[in-house]
């Protein structure tokens, strides 16, 4: 059983560095083929697809986030990381760390386990 696990700071002021870490385990992010992927979803809103990182290290970003955005990795510690900068208040949302078969998605059976997730505000 895959297990994902969110980790982070809940409140990020304005214009600092938003940084969340997803710790994996019952299987590898290294392992072929999957996609580990960031997704947020504020109050009201659907499902938004952040970015992901291939098993290969390779990333993918959403065009609208791409600017703000980096995923990685630290495949010793079967870890993977995202960076948003310069938030906003517009940022509040829950974060999510979710494995796939293909990068993006906006609906959760898009993806086969998921973290809970970790609220995350940016005070106005």
């Known amino acids: 059983q895959v297990q994902l696990q969110e980790s982070g700071p809940g409140l990020v002021k304005p214009s600092q560095t938003l940084s969340l870490t997803c710790t994996v385990s019952?299987?590898?992010?290294?392992?072929?083929?999957?996609?580990w992927n960031w997704i947020r979803q504020s109050p009201g809103k659907e499902l938004e697809w952040m970015g992901a990182?291939?098993?290969?290290?390779?990333?993918y970003y959403s065009p609208s986030l791409k600017s703000r955005t980096s995923i990685s990795r630290n495949t010793s510690k079967n870890q993977f990381t995202l960076q948003l900068t310069s938030v906003t208040p517009e940022d509040t949302a829950v974060y999510y760390c979710?494995?796939?078969?293909?990068?993006?998605?906006?609906?959760?059976?898009?993806?086969?386990?998921r973290g809970q997730g970790t609220q995350v505000t940016v005070p106005s």
């Open positions: 019952g299987g590898s992010i290294a392992a072929y083929y999957y996609y």
């Open positions: 990182i291939h098993y290969t290290g390779y990333t």
């Open positions: 979710a494995r796939s078969q293909h990068p993006g998605g906006s609906h959760w059976s898009n993806y086969d386990y």
